[in-house]
T-cell receptor
Framework: DAKTTQPNSMESNEEEPVHLPCNHSTISGTDYIHWYRQLPSQGPEYVIHGLTSNVNNRMASLAIAEDRKSSTLILHRATLRDAAVYYCILRDTTSGTYKYIFGTGTRLKVLA | NAGVMQNPRHLVRRRGQEARLRCSPMKGHSHVYWYRQLPEEGLKFMVYLQKENIIDESGMPKERFSAEFPKEGPSILRIQQVVRGDSAAYFC???????????????FGPGTRLTVL
């Protein structure tokens, strides 16, 4: 079963910021939160990850709630190329293999 | 540094044939995961391998599916006697060893899209 909950879809206007939320209420204390995105007919692309503190990179920012039960991926200025399915992922920490458990993700539509 | 490579990108098989999917991990990576994605769904874990070892195959169907990651060469996902329900996109991901404190970030290939006629 997926360990994360995301809205099925969101829309944004081009050049505006986008906030993509994710709930992960069962997160363990040592688990990282990973975000990937998948463009049509491509493999998932790494976006960002974090543990407790907010994180920034050239692609996005990740804001993590103080209790770590939720996080938000922030795209500062959406472009048409950002239209994709965004996955918030936790790993399976019970088996020792740390495989990713994907939910259904959020399909982001960017309007010109 | 080349990314994860998969081939073929598209594979068409008739029912009953065998499908072989190949994955070359990123340079220096010795861990490979295979995932399957049905249309409009998220990826589902199938198997996790390290060089010459299957570590976790809990997501693999019990019959017809097998995987290997030999000491030399790519990882192979093999599907025998394919059926229409095997039609899907198959992705592999690789990671390096980052130790107990590592994030285990996985890097995905472009996928192989299998169509069973």
């Amino acid at each position: 079963d997926a360990k994360t909950t995301q809205p099925n879809s969101m829309e944004s206007n081009e050049e505006e910021p986008v906030h993509l939320p994710c709930n992960h209420s069962t997160i363990s204390g040592t688990d990282y939160i990973h975000w990937y995105r998948q463009l049509p007919s491509q493999g998932p692309e790494y976006v960002i990850h974090g543990l407790t503190s907010n994180v920034n990179n050239r692609m996005a920012s990740l804001a993590i709630a103080e209790d770590r039960k939720s996080s938000t991926l922030i795209l500062h200025r959406a472009t048409l190329r950002d239209a994709a399915v965004y996955y918030c992922i936790l790993r399976d920490t019970t088996s020792g293999t740390y495989k990713y458990i994907f939910g259904t993700g959020t399909r982001l539509k960017v309007l010109a | 540094n080349a990314g994860v490579m998969q081939n073929p990108r598209h594979l068409v098989r008739r029912r009953g044939q065998e499908a072989r999917l190949r994955c070359s991990p990123m340079k220096g990576h010795s861990h490979v995961y295979w995932y399957r994605q049905l249309p409009e769904e998220g990826l589902k874990f199938m198997v996790y391998l390290q060089k010459e070892n299957i570590i976790d195959e809990s997501g693999m169907p019990k019959e017809r599916f097998s995987a290997e990651f030999p000491k030399e060469g790519p990882s192979i996902l093999r599907i025998q006697q394919v059926v229409r329900g095997d039609s899907a996109a198959y992705f592999c991901a690789s990671k390096g060893f980052e130790g107990l404190a590592g994030t285990d970030t996985q890097y995905f290939g472009p996928g192989t899209r299998l169509t069973v006629l």
